[in-house]
């Protein structure tokens, strides 16, 4: 025990003091009750690549911002919180990327393979495979367009006709080339 003035004794206390206490509280006389609970979502990762793309590129970027303005829009109309967070972190995203975008011309009849070209190769075990080197948003492997940083696309630029690359986990002929 601790003494605390003339014939007073404290205990002894391991955590602050009820004053100091009050002083940490917070008032909620101006705080909205809700049922609601907003979980705070981590920002989209920006890649830390330039940020080439092509012209459809750009406008899917453009479209994809108009989108999400106007479902920011109906969320803050009808006061969706939840919907207002998602849509926030979207367009941050999508303004980000809109504002890095550096558009890249196809070159006209290339001679080897470039940004916004669409290459042929043709694999050890006879497949053809076709991809169009594009930016990384606009990339869908699954449609034939391969993002300029990914491995293939990486093999891929500045070959020829003919060239044999390493695409994954086999070689391929470089078949064709075109803009």
Known sequence: MLEAGPGKILPKRSHPAPAALKMRQMSRAFVKETDETVEELPERAISPHPNFV???????????LARLQQEHA???AAGERAALAKLGRELRYWTSRRTTAQVIAPPSNPAEVQFG???TILREDGRRQTYRIVGEDEADPSR???SYVSP?????????????????TSDAEVVEIRS
Do not use: M, P, S, Y
Not at 57 to 64: K, Q, T, V
């Open 54 to 64: 092509t012209v459809e590129g750009l406008a899917l970027i453009e479209a994809n």
């Open 74 to 76: 109906a969320a803050q």
């Open 117 to 119: 070209c669409t290459v």
């Open 144 to 146: 034939g367009t391969i």
């Open 152 to 168: 293939v696309a990486r093999a891929l630029t500045g070959r020829k006709l003919g060239d044999v690359v390493r695409a994954g």
